[in-house]
Structures are given as C-alpha cells and as structure tokens.
C-alpha cells in the first residue's frame, strides 16, 4: 500500500493511478474480510496514504 503510494505520488500517469486505486481497494477488501467495518478501513489506508506525502 504505502509503496503504491509514493508511485503515484512520483507521478505514474493515468494507467499508474488506475493500479494505484485498484491496489487500495483490494487493500480495503482485505482489511474488511478481517472484520473491520467498511469506514475503518477506508480510514487506515487513507492514514498509510497520508504519511507518504
């Protein structure tokens, strides 16, 4: 997650975004089947997002 992170935010064009935003669903998906709720989860990894920039 974290690394997909800095990839997009060294500037990987469209195609890079799109798997950047793939990555975090599944990311989200994961953190869910674990039994997070669906907030939570979007929380974390906007946590994990946020101490890359």
Do not use: P
Not at 22 to 42: C, F, H, K, N, P
């Amino acid at each position: 997650m974290a690394a997909a992170t800095r990839a997009e935010l060294a500037g990987t064009g469209l195609s890079g975004t799109v798997i950047v935003g793939q990555v975090r669903t599944a990311a989200s998906d994961i953190l869910q089947a674990t039994g997070m709720d669906r907030a939570e989860a979007l929380r974390r990894i906007r946590e994990v997002a946020a101490a890359q920039s």
